[in-house]
């Protein structure tokens, strides 16, 4: 087999892409949308916790 190579093949290469056009409504509008995201995420964190003011005088059951 003396056509037969042997380690990695190397990956096809693929087009670039074209830059994108972004304006400044789009660049605004994404980084209101991760601050959201961002929001959304410590709520959630926190969420999970549970209350955080349980503490207090304890009551024993006896009299």
């Known amino acids: 087999m003396s ?3 042997g380690g990695k093949k190397e990956p096809l290469k693929q ?3 074209p830059a994108k ?3 400044e409504d ?3 509008f994404k980084q209101k949308q991760k601050e959201e995201q961002k929001l959304e995420e410590l709520k959630a964190k926190a ?3 549970g ?3 349980t ?3 304890k ?3 006896k009299k």
Request: charge should be positive.
């Open 3 to 5: 056509g037969h190579k």
């Open 15 to 17: 087009r670039k892409k």
């Open 21 to 23: 056009e972004t304006d």
């Open 26 to 28: 789009d660049t605004a």
């Open 47 to 49: 969420a999970g916790k």
């Open 51 to 53: 209350p955080l003011a």
């Open 55 to 57: 503490g207090g005088i």
């Open 59 to 61: 009551k024993s059951g």
